[in-house]
T-cell receptor, first 117, second 107 residues
Framework: ETGVTQTPRHLVMGMTNKKSLKCEQHLGHNAMYWYKQSAKKPLELMFVYSLEERVENNSVPSRFSPECPNSSHLFLHLHTLQPEDSALYLC????????????????FGPGTRLTVL | GQNIDQPTEMTATEGAIVQINCTYQTSGFNGLFWYQQHAGEAPTFLSYNVLDGLEEKGRFSSFLSRSKGYSYLLLKELQMKDSASYLCAVREGKLSFGAGTTVTVRA
């Protein structure tokens, strides 16, 4: 059992719906991440937060809107998604942002399997 | 951007050894990670290399050659539970992942 939890685990939504994904980490980490994982493709980094401040936004469409109210919680708000957005959305956390290596590995949550109809 | 290449699939027999190669092309380098991901589960950290050489951790070892842009993950004494996807990830500022190698262990 990891220290990163995500809800819901599965979500089916229509293109006109609005939904939110939630991530919570119980590890005392300062950095949190959203990734998208599509079948047979590399994990794609979407957003990075450090101490509730967004530090990276990898050209993600505006229909994905992140929110980080505190260092333990991260949300991904979804609206007017497209079928190609169907994927596994993974949240991760690490002690801090930066290149310091050992001990700064990312811990992943179990993901939300999203299907857009 | 980064190119991170690893084989798509590998199959091996229980008790055997399998080596998963990863090559990368980056303008900077601050470490290479290997993660294991079982189907339907979160990726979990396996190993980290930032200096050249071999890091051994039980049945799993990871090797890095920075000059060649090359790493491998070696899985020894394979067990059925080792059937999973193995992700190579390189840090250049942010962490970038390869597409993963699906390893199937057969009895």
């Amino acid at each position: 059992e990891t220290g990163v939890t995500q809800t819901p685990r599965h979500l089916v939504m229509g293109m006109t719906n609005k939904k939110s994904l939630k991530c919570e980490q119980h590890l005392g980490h300062n950095a949190m991440y959203w990734y998208k994982q599509s079948a047979k493709k590399p994990l794609e980094l979407m957003f990075v937060y450090s101490l509730e401040e967004r530090v990276e936004n990898n050209s993600v469409p505006s229909r994905f809107s992140p929110e980080c109210p505190n260092s333990s919680h991260l949300f991904l708000h979804l609206h007017t998604l497209q079928p190609e957005d169907s994927a596994l959305y993974l949240c991760a956390s690490s002690p801090y942002i930066g290149s310091e290596g050992k001990g700064n590995e990312q811990f992943f949550g179990p993901g939300t399997r999203l299907t857009v109809l | 951007g980064q190119n991170i290449d690893q084989p798509t699939e590998m199959t091996a027999t229980e008790g055997a050894i399998v080596q998963i190669n990863c090559t990368y092309q980056t303008s900077g380098f601050n470490g290479l990670f290997w993660y294991q991901q079982h189907a339907g589960e979160a990726p979990t950290f396996l190993s980290y290399n930032v200096l050249d050489g071999l890091e051994e951790k039980g049945r799993f070892s990871s090797f890095l050659s920075r000059s060649k842009g090359y790493s491998y993950l070696l899985l020894k004494e394979l067990q059925m539970k080792d059937s999973a996807s193995y992700l190579c990830a390189v840090r250049e500022g942010k962490l970038s992942f390869g597409a993963g190698t699906t390893v199937t262990v057969r009895a």
